[in-house]
C-alpha cells in the first residue's frame, strides 16, 4: 500500500491531464491537484484548425473534461483560472494566484508535476492587444478568431508562418471563403520540410489560390487603432480583415526557470527518463520538455501531443511512486493540405546536413492505386538512410491518407533497426480501391537496394 501524498500538478491539457489521472490510480490514497491558468482543461489542440473552418462545429467539441466532471471520473480536484506565479522546490509549495478572485494562496505538496505546456513565438510588430490579431493555439484563440471573421468585411486575411499549423489555417480560412496572403521569412513554403516537399507545397497553394508571400523578413504591417489594416510588401500594399501569427513554439519555461531546474540547449526542461528534473521531487512533461531523440541519441525539442500524453503517463506514474521510463523518440507527424496529405518521420535531409550526418537518398512518385482505379492519385515518397548500415534516418511522404500507414511503417523500421533495404522484402496487402499492385515502400527499397 503506498503512503498519502499531495501530488500537485501544473498545466491541464495533454500532459498534465494525463500525469493527473495516471497519478490517481497509481495511488489512489493520494491528493492529485491540478491548477490551470485558462478556463478549459483537457482541450484539444491539433484539432483547433478545423474548429476555425467549421468541419467542427462547435469549439465545445474538443474541450473533452470540465472540472467537475474530471473530479466525478479522475478524481482529481481541478482549478481552472488558476495561475502559478512561484514553485519553491526546497520547501516543496507553489503560490497560486486565483485569477477571480485575484487571490494568492499557498499550496504544499510532495511531489510537482510541471506540464506548461509550450508558448507561442511572438512577432515583434503583432502586439496581443491589437483587436484582430490572434494566435491559434487555445479554445480561446479560435473563440476569438470566429467572432472577427463575422466583422471581416474585405474577407481578406494574413497567415503569418507556413508550418504545420500556418498550412492548416490557411486552408481553413480559405474553405471560409477568405483571400488568403501566407507569409514566410524563407523563400519557400513549409521550410522544416524537404525540398522536393517545399516544391509540391507551393504547387498546391497555387492551385488553390492562396497568396505565398515568401522571403518576408522585412514586411511592414499597417496599424490603425489597435488594429492591422493591411501589409506593405515589395512595394505592394495589401488590405486585410485579420492576421493569425503560426510562427512556432518555444518551451513555456518562466517557473521552470525561477525555480532554477536545469534546462537544455532548446530551452526546455532537462529531464531523466522518468521525468525527473533536477529537483527530485519535481517531474516534468509535455511541450515544456526536452526529449531523447532515438536516431541521433542527443537531446531534442519536438512538441507533439502524442509525446506529451506518454510523458503524461510516465512522469503521473512516477510521482505517485511508480517505476515507469520514457524512451527515445522518433518524430512521426503529419498534414492535411486540401485534398492531400503530408507525413514526416525521422529526421529530414537539413537535420541530417546540420547534423553533419552522411546519408543517401532514394525518391520515387508512383500511383496511390492501381491507375485504372477512380481515385488514383500520384503519391511522392523519399527515404534517407545511412549509406554505409542501410539503416533508415527519415522519410517524407505526400499523397493520400496512405501516408500515414507509410510513415508508422518506416518509424517501425528504424525503431527495430530493420535495414532500408527489407523494404524491397515485406509483403504489402494488396486490393485495387485500396492500393497499389507495388506499394511505394516496395518501389523504395528497390532502389536502395541499387544504391547499397
Not at 47 to 70: A, K, M, T, W
Not at 172 to 191: D, H, I, N, R
Not at 358 to 385: C, H, Q, W
Request: with cysteine; net charge positive; hydrophobic share 40%.
Amino acid at each position: 500500500m503506498k503512503p498519502a501524498q499531495t501530488i500537485v500538478v501544473i498545466g491541464g491539457n495533454a500532459a498534465g491531464a494525463a500525469a493527473a489521472a495516471k497519478a490517481k490510480r497509481i495511488n489512489p490514497d493520494a491528493t492529485v491537484i491540478l491548477f490551470e491558468q485558462s478556463k478549459y482543461i483537457s482541450t484539444g489542440t491539433c484539432e483547433l484548425p478545423y474548429v476555425l473552418s467549421g468541419e467542427i462545429d462547435n469549439p465545445q467539441n474538443v474541450i473533452f473534461f470540465d472540472e467537475q466532471r474530471f473530479f466525478d471520473e479522475k478524481k482529481v480536484y481541478v482549478y481552472a483560472n488558476h495561475q502559478v506565479v512561484e514553485i519553491n522546490p526546497r520547501g516543496k509549495w507553489i503560490v497560486v494566484n486565483s485569477l477571480k478572485e485575484k487571490k494568492l494562496n499557498q499550496f504544499n505538496y510532495d511531489k510537482l508535476i510541471l506540464a506548461t505546456g509550450a508558448k507561442v513565438k511572438r512577432m515583434s510588430q503583432l502586439s496581443s492587444e491589437l483587436v484582430n490579431v490572434s494566435s491559434l493555439k487555445s479554445v480561446e484563440d479560435v473563440i476569438r478568431i470566429r467572432e472577427i471573421i463575422k466583422t471581416a468585411k474585405q474577407k481578406k486575411a494574413c497567415v503569418v508562418g507556413s508550418g504545420y499549423i500556418g498550412l492548416e489555417t490557411a486552408e481553413s480560412l480559405t474553405q471560409l471563403g477568405f483571400e488568403v496572403y501566407l507569409v514566410e521569412q524563407a523563400a519557400e513554403p513549409f521550410p522544416s520540410a524537404d525540398k522536393e516537399i517545399r516544391q509540391l507545397v507551393k504547387k498546391i497553394l497555387d492551385d488553390k489560390r492562396i497568396i505565398f508571400l515568401g522571403n518576408a523578413g522585412n514586411i511592414k504591417y499597417k496599424i490603425d487603432n489597435s488594429k492591422v489594416t493591411g501589409i506593405n510588401y515589395e512595394g505592394r500594399s495589401i488590405e486585410l480583415d485579420l492576421v493569425i501569427t503560426c510562427a512556432g513554439f518555444s518551451p513555456n519555461t518562466s517557473l521552470s526557470i525561477q525555480a532554477k531546474l536545469d534546462h537544455g540547449k532548446y530551452g526546455g526542461i532537462k529531464v531523466n527518463n522518468k521525468l525527473q528534473t533536477s529537483e527530485k521531487d519535481v517531474y516534468a512533461c509535455g511541450d515544456c520538455v526536452e526529449v531523447k531523440n532515438f536516431i541521433t541519441r542527443s537531446d531534442d525539442y519536438i512538441p507533439l501531443a502524442t509525446f506529451a500524453q506518454r510523458q503524461g503517463h510516465v512522469a503521473g506514474e512516477n510521482a505517485a511512486m511508480g517505476n515507469a521510463f520514457y524512451q527515445p523518440v522518433i518524430k512521426n507527424i503529419s498534414v492535411k493540405l486540401f485534398d492531400n496529405f503530408f507525413a514526416q518521420v525521422g529526421l529530414t535531409e537539413q537535420e541530417l546536413q546540420f547534423r553533419n550526418i552522411s546519408f543517401a537518398m532514394v525518391d520515387e512518385t508512383v500511383p496511390n492505386l492501381v491507375k485504372v482505379m477512380r481515385g488514383s492519385i500520384p503519391v511522392y515518397g523519399k527515404i534517407l538512410f545511412d549509406l554505409s548500415t542501410n539503416k533508415i534516418l527519415g522519410a517524407s511522404f505526400l499523397g493520400g491518407k496512405e501516408v500515414s500507414g507509410y510513415a508508422d511503417i518506416i518509424s517501425t523500421y528504424i525503431k527495430n533497426n530493420i535495414q532500408v533495404t527489407q523494404l524491397a522484402n515485406t509483403e504489402y496487402n494488396y486490393t485495387p480501391p485500396l492500393s497499389p499492385f507495388i506499394n511505394l515502400l516496395s518501389v523504395l527499397g528497390r532502389k536502395s537496394q541499387n544504391n547499397s
